[in-house]
């Protein structure tokens, strides 16, 4: 049984199947990131800063309609 579990839990390790899977997740993931620390910057009113982060959001995941919106916020 125990042997069991373990062989469910190797093979569902990962949920990407290729790299080009794991990539895209871990840019949406810096996108994400980027946005946060623009809306950080925001709030303490630092506009280029702030800008310049949702920029960077927008080039890591371009189809995220967000990251445009904040920027042109």
Do not use: H
């Not at 190797?10 to 623009?38: C, F, H, I, L, P």
């Amino acid at each position: 049984m125990c042997d069991e579990v373990d062989n469910q839990e190797a093979s569902s390790s990962s949920e990407y199947t290729t790299d080009e899977e794991w990539e895209e997740e871990q840019k949406k993931v810096k996108a994400n990131w980027e946005k946060e620390r623009g809306n950080q910057f925001f709030k303490d009113n630092q506009l280029d800063e702030a800008i310049t982060c949702y920029t960077r959001a927008i080039d890591l995941d371009p189809a995220n309609a967000v990251y445009p919106a904040n920027r042109a916020m």
